[in-house]
């Protein structure tokens, strides 16, 4: 065991000793591999379990059951126990899952082989260097928390992303204009102009509007059950009475495609893999409506001398259609589903009433879908 040099808080403890002053606790670091251990607050037991220690790994044997027997921890290994015995208990809505996959896969990049011990501050702050604001903020955000789990099992001394700072995120993306959405709705295909009309009627997300089927439309309602937290339990319940300008869309939305949903499109290949991983073939996913919408948006050539990061996106459409409901003098915190009396926000599995808040989605689009 190499020699290392000794500060004042672990000046007269033995070898690979050492006193976390912030817990006020003691914590052993295996010589062969460098995992700590914690060993509680009481000095005269850790100095003691120390001297033990250090006298069998220098005859090379392992006695004390804490430490024998426990090999390297990979940190993907890690991650891997985290996704699947940590994250679901919390019900996580399924967009928050998606985007946890997005950097579980940088984290696994990053990190194919070190083990939980050895990812250090520097490692962290590299990383989320590489990202954009937005995204790096996210990951040490999730990286908190998987290296809090991590250090409570004693893989880790202490918590390396929590020592990054987050960065400021300036809001760069833009708002769209009247005359900017109708342009690209011209170059919609048929399916996103629906899904831009709904949308702009009931001011709902991307995730919500792609959820709506057709069967959610029964007495003289549309239900719609936001996923609008990242705990999908704790959902908003609101139903949209089918107004004339409702109906109008959803008229628009029943074609020649058999498809549950009221946003659907036929692929021009059905792939089987993908087919098998949807919940229905015609199902449009999240990421294919950004590209569409992007794609329509580039197409209709609008928002000329915008940044691409200036570019509003589909989600954008959302704060459009509260600022036309107010300008219409109607009441567009109920449409988008914000806090109310009215509203049951939290939702427990084991409670068999729901209380829907009502919203009229009467706002007249005849400007976009003539």
Request: hydrophobic share 40%; charged share 30%; aromatic share 8%.
């Amino acid at each position: 065991m190499s020699p290392r040099p000794r500060n004042k808080a672990n000046k007269g403890l033995p070898q690979n000793l050492y006193l976390d002053a912030r817990r006020g606790t003691y914590r052993y670091k295996r010589p062969t591999d460098g995992k700590w251990f914690p060993f509680g607050p009481d000095r005269a037991k850790a100095i003691d379990a120390a001297k033990q220690l250090n006298l069998e790994f220098m005859r090379g044997a392992d006695l004390v059951n804490k430490v024998q027997g426990a090999g390297s921890d990979l940190f993907v290994a890690f991650l891997d126990k985290y996704e699947r015995e940590i994250l679901p208990p919390r019900e996580l809505a399924k967009g928050t899952l998606d985007l946890y996959a997005v950097r579980f896969r940088q984290f696994r990049a990053a990190w194919p082989t070190q083990a939980v011990d050895e990812i250090t501050i520097r490692m962290v702050a590299e990383l989320l260097d590489s990202l954009t604001p937005r995204a790096a903020n996210q990951a040490r955000a999730l990286l908190v928390d998987i290296f809090n789990h991590a250090a409570a099992k004693g893989l880790c001394p202490d918590n390396p992303a929590a020592s990054t700072i987050a960065r400021i995120e300036k809001k760069q993306r833009k708002r769209h204009t009247v005359e900017g959405l109708r342009a690209i709705r011209e170059q919609a295909p048929a399916w996103l102009q629906n899904a831009i009309d709904l949308a702009l009627i009931t001011a709902q997300r991307r995730t919500d509007i792609l959820a709506m089927r057709f069967d959610d439309v029964r007495d003289g309602f549309l239900y719609v059950v936001q996923q609008k937290t990242a705990k999908a339990s704790d959902a908003a319940w609101i139903r949209f009475r089918v107004t004339a300008e409702l109906q109008a869309v959803l008229a628009r939305c029943r074609d020649n495609v058999p498809s549950p949903f009221l946003i659907h499109r036929r692929p021009e290949r059905k792939r089987q893999k993908q087919a098998e991983q949807k919940e229905h073939w015609t199902k449009v996913e999240e990421r294919y409506l950004t590209r569409a919408f992007k794609d329509a948006r580039d197409a209709a050539g609008c928002y000329s001398g915008w940044s691409e990061e200036e570019m509003p996106g589909f989600h954008e459409i959302r704060a459009l259609s509260l600022h036309l409901y107010k300008k219409a003098g109607k009441d567009g915190q109920k449409i988008a589903g914000h806090a109310s009396e009215e509203m049951t926000r939290n939702y427990q599995r084991d409670h068999a009433d729901v209380v829907w808040s009502e919203a009229v989605p009467d706002l007249d689009i005849t400007e976009f879908a003539g």
